[in-house]
């Protein structure tokens, strides 16, 4: 079992920047896929951005490329997600999940463990 704990969201002016958190704790294989969503009320998740835990292998929402930066702590059982450049319609709630089959890091249904969610408002 994995549990995933989420931080690090909050109110910021657009052109601002935060950094989201998401902690693992439990069972850690060592190959597996660790991703960000984002979602709206009324919507289904969005993806955001993946890392491939073996490799680094890093993937990106074409909304996103180029603002946000995937990365993992020293530790290893910390990965952050970097927002710089902010825009009204990157406002929602996001969720950090893990995928330990491999399968394709862009879809949520790839993940088998999700972490709850931060709220990520960004005002015009």
């Known amino acids: 079992q994995v549990q995933l704990t989420v931080s690090g969201g909050g109110l910021v002016q657009a052109g601002g920047s935060l950094r989201l958190s998401c902690a693992a704790a439990?069972?850690?294989?060592?190959?597996?896929?660790i991703g960000w969503f984002r979602q709206v009320p009324g919507k289904e998740r969005d993806f955001v951005a993946a890392m491939k835990w073996g490799n680094g292998d890093t993937f990106y929402s074409p909304s996103v490329r180029g603002r946000f930066t995937i990365s993992r702590g020293n530790t290893g059982s910390t990965t952050y997600l970097q927002m710089n450049a902010l825009k009204p319609e990157d406002t929602g709630v996001y969720s950090c999940a893990i995928d330990v089959e491999d399968k394709r890091p862009q879809l949520q249904y790839s993940y088998e463990y999700w972490g709850r969610g931060t709220q990520v408002t960004v005002s015009s």
């Open positions: 439990g069972r850690i294989l060592s190959y597996y896929t």
